[in-house]
């Protein structure tokens, strides 16, 4: 299992960035995948997930200005980033749940990929 993040980047206030993450190494469509932020000092914490039929979860913290999708035809998962604020400054990971095709919750996922940096500042 790979999962391969990119899209990070410097951005100002009231930006937008798309995260990608491409998924190889098993059966895309199927599984559950979400995006996971850690900022310094902070802990990790789950930001949005979609299950394998589209139904998508979303944090408080970013619910109206992101959005998680997917496109199984291009084994990816993308994070539509509106609005940004400083405090959405943190490394983005993205992250998979091989053993269900629908959400369980943030503490399900097994697989990660390598962060991407986000950072938002004037």
């Known amino acids: 299992v790979q999962l391969q993040a990119s899209g990070g980047d410097l951005v100002q206030p009231g930006g937008s960035l798309r995260l990608s993450c491409a998924a190889s190494?098993?059966?895309?469509?199927?599984?559950?995948f979400s995006w996971f932020r850690q900022a310094p000092g902070r802990e990790r914490e789950g930001v949005s997930a979609?299950?394998?039929?589209?139904?998508?979860f979303t944090a408080d913290s970013v619910k109206g200005r992101f959005t998680i999708s997917r496109d199984n035809a291009k084994n990816t998962v993308y994070l539509e980033m509106n609005s940004l604020k400083p405090e959405d400054t943190a490394v983005y990971y993205c992250?998979?749940?091989?053993?269900?095709?629908?959400?369980?919750?943030?503490?399900?996922?097994?697989?990660w990929g390598q962060g991407t940096q986000v950072t938002v500042s004037s």
């Open positions: 979609i299950s394998s039929d589209g139904d998508t």
């Open positions: 190494g098993f059966d895309f469509r199927w599984r559950v």
């Open positions: 992250a998979a749940d091989v053993d269900s095709d629908y959400f369980r919750g943030y503490d399900e996922f097994d697989y």
